[in-house]
């Protein structure tokens, strides 16, 4: 669900002065946004740009968002876990997925748990924050989100918030509602407890992230200016890593670039470096 405002200027038809030819006197005029030279143009937000940008940009994962959708229409598991290394692609699917949720009238309530404080109440009140509503209790928390379209809450970079996964388990998530779906993504696995709880099995949908294939990775580098030949050579080096494939591409020109002569494990070092 978005909500969007209309400019407060845009609340007020722009007046045309229309001179009467008998009396020559000033008349106001209500005239149509439309019908006036030079009106303002409609401007969007640079976040705005920048989400285009990177759907626009976005590579493969297909199967994983049909997973989330379902998740996210009730059709799977009230809780999905996505996990994988740094520089996988985590936050990418987690952009895209609520992109296109979004779109379908699903309402995304997303928290990056890195500016979380790791306690109870520290997830509470950012949780508030990023409502616009007082939820000092979970009670509270099950109001808030049942008042949205399909709410999905969902938790990035959840490895910060390891402190506080055991009260996640055992108290947040099971006081919500069974038609408020979670999506959480982190570089880590589940813990022993998630996996082995009888009674949380087949509410949660485990997502391991890999690297891309060959095919989508050449799409990725061509997209980003990459000749194909180039590409080949990239991939070979970066195989299927998204954060990798993108760090050789714009590095490219700065390691003086030859696919032919430039030793794989110098690019790797300064990949490090990087």
Request: glycine share 6%; net charge positive; with cysteine.
């Amino acid at each position: 669900m978005l909500i969007s405002r209309k400019p407060l200027y845009s609340c007020f038809m722009p007046l045309r002065i229309v001179e009467t030819s008998k009396q020559r006197l000033a008349t106001w005029r209500i005239l149509p946004e439309s019908h006036v030279e030079g009106s303002m143009p409609v401007t969007r937000l640079i976040k705005d740009v920048l989400a285009e940008r990177a759907s626009a940009g976005f590579v493969g994962r297909e199967r994983e968002l049909r997973l989330l959708a379902e998740c996210a229409d009730g059709r799977g598991p009230v809780l999905a876990r996505i996990h994988g290394p740094a520089g996988i692609g985590k936050s990418s699917l987690l952009q895209e997925f609520s992109a296109r949720a979004t779109a379908s009238g699903t309402s995304i309530i997303r928290l990056d748990c890195r500016f979380i404080e790791p306690t109870p109440e520290g997830f509470l009140l950012e949780l508030q924050r990023v409502l616009n509503r007082p939820v000092s209790t979970i009670d509270a928390v099950n109001d808030a989100l049942s008042s949205f379209t399909r709410p999905v809450l969902v938790l990035d970079s959840y490895e910060v918030l390891r402190l506080l996964d055991g009260w996640m388990r055992q108290v947040f998530f099971p006081a919500l509602k069974e038609t408020i779906r979670v999506v959480i993504c982190g570089r880590y696995a589940p813990t022993p407890h998630w996996r082995t709880a009888l009674e949380w099995q087949g509410l949660i949908l485990t997502i391991p992230l890999d690297p891309l294939t060959e095919s989508e990775s050449l799409v990725l580098l061509k997209r980003a200016g990459m000749t194909a030949s180039d590409a080949a050579a990239i991939y070979r080096i970066a195989r299927g890593h998204p954060m990798a494939l993108v760090l050789v591409g714009g590095a490219r020109s700065n390691m003086g670039w030859n696919r032919d002569r430039t030793d794989s494990h110098s690019i790797v070092r300064q990949l490090t470096q990087l």
